[in-house]
């Protein structure tokens, strides 16, 4: 891991935390000026894998998707691991494969193994116990003690806000660092779980959910020491792409689309294309050309 989660919330209160779906948008967002990533379970599912948020997807599908962006970007990477990928041993290699693949941290759920997206009806959730042993499994994986291990509870929608806030202690004491309460609907909610919890807390302010679009700064003065975009990109990148498909097919051209495209310019900018070249004519210039 080359920056902490630690080091970038120290840096940054609220921490601003922004989803990336594949290498070169990880890029973008660091040289946009961000300080931390996001791997999504929902965006690798997604955009990967043409899948629904379903626990569907493997321990390696994610972390093959981990390794591009940590290749790609020094920046922290929270990787969203559903519910571990299976039992304590499973859990003890997701954590260990993500510490190796250069990931700053981990979000591991209490949803049961067929989980859903955290914002849809019907979720069901495992015991306090049971999230309990999951959370020790991953905490004694560990072997970097700057690897973050955050514990998210889908309890308030299934249970209510005393057991998710129950649950979060419990979580505590088993030795996660950070806390994630999903799909809270009001800042009065984070403000009470943050006072409750005495640990760093998660906002997932994910779009067309349950939880309003709460600012920074209001969520700052909730509480919250991070706050978590985790598929607003994806979420315009497939509207922009959904256009132009649409124009090419009815217009006969990509015209009227160009505008929502990223100028090759800008793309070799992003990439550092133009230092590759300059390399590539240096090392011909130097040992000749062998085509
Ligand atoms: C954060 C999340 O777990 C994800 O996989 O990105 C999702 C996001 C979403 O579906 O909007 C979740 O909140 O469950
Ligand atoms: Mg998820």
Redesign the pocket.
């Known amino acids: 891991m080359k920056q902490s989660l630690f080091d970038a919330m120290a840096s940054s209160r609220p921490l601003a935390i922004v989803g990336a779906v594949n290498a070169y948008s990880a890029m973008q967002a660091e040289q946009a000026g961000h300080r931390a990533l996001y791997l999504?379970?929902?965006g690798v599912a997604n955009a990967s894998f043409g899948l629904p948020?379903l626990g569907i997807t493997s321990l390696n599908d994610v972390l093959e998707d981990a390794r591009r962006i940590t290749a790609a970007s020094p920046l922290p990477l929270l990787v969203?691991v559903?519910t571990g990928f299976g039992g304590a041993f499973n859990i003890a290699r997701t954590v260990k494969e993500m510490e190796r693949a250069g990931v700053a941290a981990i979000h591991i759920e209490d949803q049961v193994a067929q989980k859903r997206?955290?914002h849809r009806p019907n979720k069901a959730i495992v015991s306090r116990a049971e999230m309990v042993d999951r959370v020790k499994a991953a905490v004694d994986a560990r072997t970097d003690s700057r690897f973050a291990i955050m514990a998210r509870t889908d309890a308030l929608a299934v249970e209510g806000m005393d057991s998710a806030v129950e649950r979060a202690l419990a979580c505590v004491e088993a030795g996660a660092d950070l806390l994630f309460p999903e799909a809270m609907e009001s800042l009065e909610q984070y403000r009470a779980f943050c006072d409750a919890v005495g640990v760093p807390v998660l906002a997932n302010i994910t779009e067309f959910g349950k939880t309003p679009l709460f600012s920074q700064q209001e969520l700052a003065g909730a509480g919250v020491a991070m706050v978590l975009y985790p598929l607003s990109a994806f979420r315009a990148m497939s509207r922009a792409a959904e256009t132009v498909y649409r124009h090419i097919l009815q217009d006969g051209h990509q015209r009227e689309a160009v505008a929502l495209m990223q100028p090759r310019e800008e793309l070799y900018r992003t990439l550092g294309y133009h230092d590759y070249e300059a390399k590539l004519d240096a090392l011909f210039a130097q040992g000749g050309n062998h085509d």
Do not use: F, V
């Open positions: 999504s379970g929902a948020d969203d559903d997206c955290g």
